[in-house]
């Protein structure tokens, strides 16, 4: 009995020494922070200046050298309640975020249900043409926008789209890149466990819906992120459909600062950190699941 106790004791003061040595090993910087805090710094900088510029008044963001705002904190406070105020009163903000907001999350359902559909068949039906189709998809990645922008606006003209949230939903329901992601990692995945599945009377659809996406987090995760960010921030699609205020999206509708001869540069900064904050807290939240599914044997083969 004293014997176990200590085998006890043991396991549990190796697991603590483990624990410990994580820890530390967690704390202690290596050769790659050196080399990446100046990265990070620079990458972050940016930013940085952003929420500096919107906190300032318009003559100081005309001084040069650059210099922090004056008045910390009352006059800080005082700017920032004017310039994201002035942003948000001077323009249908509202609507546009609410616009963004439609088109965003149309366009990451869609590419959530087209791509998983088409990915599972690719990977898992076979057809004649299969291979070759996937190759077209593929190379389609390889194409860039502009080569494509207009026979697509003709499309939505003919569709009678134009100037609507449907002219910037409809051709970003399903990318080439969410398709071929998520093709990987059904190709990864093993057969027996749908094949369990489709013997107790499972259809292709409800094996897919109840067996397979349940276990692909990550890749469904890295899709609809990197959808999001995309509509989101697209602005030169929306230049070309869009006619109108009502129907402009933030990155389309931060021009209306600007105009020809005067650009009220905090009132615009104080815009354009409203408009990525929401999209900053979502990719810290969900790095997670992003980084797992870039890091995983998905994306091979």
């Not at 710094?41 to 952003?50: E, N, R």
């Amino acid at each position: 009995m004293s014997v176990g106790m200590e085998r006890i004791d043991e396991l549990g003061g190796a697991a603590a020494l483990a624990a410990e040595l994580k820890t530390r090993r967690w704390h202690r910087p290596s050769g790659w922070h050196v080399l990446l805090l100046p990265v990070a710094l620079v990458m972050a900088f940016p930013f940085v200046w952003l929420i500096v510029a919107s906190i300032s008044t318009l003559a100081e963001t005309r001084t040069f050298p650059p210099s922090l705002p004056h008045g910390f904190p009352v006059q800080w406070l005082t700017n920032l309640w004017h310039n994201y105020g002035d942003a948000w009163t001077q323009a249908p903000f509202g609507t546009w975020v609410l616009n963004t907001t439609i088109v965003s999350a149309s366009c990451v359902i869609g590419n959530l249900v087209f791509c998983s559909l088409a990915g599972y068949a690719l990977a898992r039906i076979r057809f004649f043409g299969n291979g070759a189709l996937f190759l077209v998809i593929l190379a389609t990645i390889m194409v860039p926008f502009q080569v494509v922008m207009i026979p697509t606006l003709l499309i939505i003209k003919h569709l009678g789209l134009v100037d609507s949230l449907g002219a910037l939903i409809a051709p970003n329901l399903v990318t080439p890149f969410g398709i071929f992601l998520l093709r990987q990692f059904f190709k990864t995945m093993p057969v027996e466990i749908e094949e369990a599945a489709r013997i107790d009377g499972a259809s292709r659809v409800g094996t897919l819906v109840k067996v397979v996406l349940p276990s692909m987090g990550a890749p469904l995760a890295t899709v609809g992120i990197m959808t999001l960010l995309w509509t989101w921030n697209d602005f030169l699609w929306p230049l070309i459909a869009i006619q109108t205020p009502p129907h402009m999206t933030l990155q389309l509708g931060l021009q209306s600062f600007q105009s020809a001869h005067l650009t009220n540069w905090p009132v615009l900064m104080a815009a354009t950190v409203m408009t990525q904050i929401p999209m900053l807290a979502i990719f810290i939240v969900a790095q997670r699941w992003f980084v797992q599914s870039l890091a995983s044997s998905g994306v091979k083969g």
